[in-house]
């Protein structure tokens, strides 16, 4: 039957679902702390509680509800299906690689501030972690203690000098 002779009460809204990080660009590997995987894992247990835990009182609701539990699920089965962790203790310890911790002196600034390069699914700026493929991870990959990277802005140039490094 076509969704013309619905009654308007009886449609259902169909839950918006975007994913919590940002897309990886084409061809480009998940890559993942044990960490975030973990994480991830966790969240997919949670939803799966959630679903179970529907109450189905309101069976509109519980429909509504369902859908888009699922339609988390199916994100973060994707994203979990694809990751590639990286083991950081094979990772190597006086170079920027993924998940460094890098403490770094921005410009002229007296405190040294902390970041941690890690996936996009990972990334959190309020947590001090970067994920891979930003513009500042990319400049720091590969630079060891004393090295000075340089991001260009639109209005000026920004220095990070790396302190240290640990993994």
Do not use: C
């Amino acid at each position: 039957m076509s969704r013309g002779f619905v009654k308007e009460d009886d449609q259902e809204e169909i839950p918006i679902v975007t994913p919590d990080s940002a897309d990886l660009p084409e061809g480009v590997i998940n890559y993942m702390t044990q960490v975030g995987m973990d994480e991830l894992l966790n969240e997919k247990e949670m939803l799966i509680n959630n679903r179970d835990d529907l109450d189905s009182t309101n069976e509109k609701e519980r429909r509504i509800s369902l859908n888009y539990i699922n339609a988390k699920l199916q994100l973060l089965n994707s994203r979990i299906s694809t990751a590639k962790i990286v083991d950081l203790n094979k990772q190597p310890q006086n170079v920027i690689r993924f998940g460094a911790v890098v403490s770094l002196k921005i410009g002229n600034e007296a405190k040294h501030q902390h970041y941690q390069i890690v996936g996009v699914d990972e990334a959190d700026v309020s947590k001090g972690k970067i994920s891979f493929i930003s513009p500042i991870a990319r400049i720091l990959t590969e630079k060891k203690v004393g090295d000075i990277a340089l991001l260009k802005l639109v209005k000026e140039d920004r220095t990070f000098e790396i302190m240290e490094i640990t993994y």
